[in-house]
């Protein structure tokens, strides 16, 4: 089910490049035996597969942010402003954010394609 209206070229464009070293978002692959590995993300794409892993950390409001700022996606950032007042823990934010991330990946895919 489409939650999100279909991108325009610019915004597909935002989506799918990479950010310089400035703009990237700092993430977490969490292990058992290593602790919090650190992951530099240039891209939409790489925050998407990071959200993906059996236990990932990002701050959800520099996320936020970072959608709003960097991709200048409004829509998407409304929505996942509402995921983190909606839900009561990270991990069911991470989820829903992760499908809001990969509708919104697939879309500027399919856009391209088009």
Known sequence: MTTLSA????LAARVLREVDYPQRLVGYRMRERMGAIQVSLYSFEEVVHLLGD??????LQRLEQWIETVTQDSELAAAIANVIQEETNDRDRMLRIKTLMGERLCQCKQGVQS
Do not use: R, S
């Open 7 to 10: 991108p325009n070229e610019d």
């Open 54 to 59: 059996k236990c990932p950390y990002v701050n």
